[in-house]
């Protein structure tokens, strides 16, 4: 029989090997407690790097959801800021660092959709973010990459942006999203602040008012797998990927591979893609992993390799 189609649902790429060595440095995955012996990868997360990865797991497609870690970068330029400002002088100098990184994550875009038109086996979902681009600046960012620029969707990451999913200044985004049949990749888990940014029950408002919106609740609901059953009963339009957390099997917030298998099985197996997280993990440890799992058939298992995504996010 042929290979099944395989398709990475959710990776990362970066400008430079050193950039996203120091992104992977700056972000500790601490949700699900410790575990000895999580595969890890050791690449840093460059296009060329990714490409022969493909090549070598047989993975014909892949899905970018870069991240625009706007939360830190933000806080990190106000820190600079002298400390005699007046109110007035302090409230224009924020304005001009908003502004700025504004402009980067237009950039940081603009570069992704470029590496997407080269490479037309990397499907591009762009950063936004309800701060940055709020309201009716969103829906126009999105309008512009998708009809310029060949972008596939919208990634979304509420920890790392300080920002919930059901932050009413992405409404305009999302219908944008919805009428243009634009699906959202958005990062779920706790955060560790326990605000609860993008929990599972954080979905619930846009899955309810946008119904043709197809919402990807990302890792499964993360180390908050425990909630995720519910809002896919409840929300037809929420889909998934199994990225990290089945690396996390058996750590002490995540869920045993029984259990992990149970929850896809549960949700429906139609509705869950493979994701690598690269460059946190492999790709090929990821399609192996998939294929591990218990309970479910060996068609299902290859479905979720690939003819899932192909079919959830119109590739
Ligand atoms: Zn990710």
Redesign the pocket.
């Known amino acids: 029989m042929a290979d099944p189609l395989k398709i990475d649902s959710?990776v990362?790429i970066y400008e430079t090997r050193e950039i996203g060595r120091a992104e992977k440095t700056g972000y500790e995955v601490w949700e699900y407690g410790e575990l000895a012996g999580v595969r890890a990868s050791t690449l840093d997360g460059t296009v060329d790097e990714l490409l022969e990865s493909m090549v070598s797991a047989g993975i014909s497609r892949a899905v970018i959801?870069n991240?625009y870690t706007t939360a830190e970068i933000r806080s990190q330029a106000i820190a600079t800021l002298e400390p005699g400002l007046t109110a007035s002088r302090r409230e224009k100098a924020i304005a001009d660092i908003e502004a700025r990184m504004a402009d980067e994550m237009r950039q940081f875009n603009l570069w992704a959709c470029g590496v997407g038109r080269q490479h037309p086996e990397l499907a591009i979902f762009i950063a936004t973010d309800p701060l940055l681009a709020p309201d009716e600046a969103g829906a126009i960012l999105v309008s512009e990459l998708h009809e310029s620029h060949g972008a596939h969707g919208v990634k979304l990451h509420g920890p790392a942006q300080g920002c919930m999913m059901s932050d009413r200044r992405l409404w305009a985004t999302y219908r944008t999203c919805e009428e243009r049949g634009l699906p959202i990749i958005a990062?779920a888990g706790p955060d560790q602040q326990g605000i609860g940014y993008s929990d599972p029950p954080a979905f619930v408002d846009m899955l309810r008012d946008f119904p043709r919106l197809k919402v990807v609740v990302?890792h499964l609901g993360g180390a908050s797998w425990r909630q995720t059953l519910e809002v896919a009963e409840a929300f037809p339009n929420a889909y998934f990927d199994c990225?990290?957390i089945i690396d996390w099997t058996g750590s002490p917030n995540g869920p045993s591979e029984m259990e992990l298998a149970r929850l896809i099985r549960d949700i429906g197996t139609h509705r869950v893609m493979m994701g690598s997280?690269y460059p946190w993990y492999d790709l090929d440890n990821t399609v192996d992993r998939v294929m591990e799992l218990p309970l479910l058939s060996k068609e299902e298992k290859e479905r979720i390799l690939g003819a899932n995504a192909q079919s959830i996010l119109g590739l």
Do not use: G, I, K, T
């Open positions: 959710h990362h959801v991240l990062h990302a990225c990290e997280d």
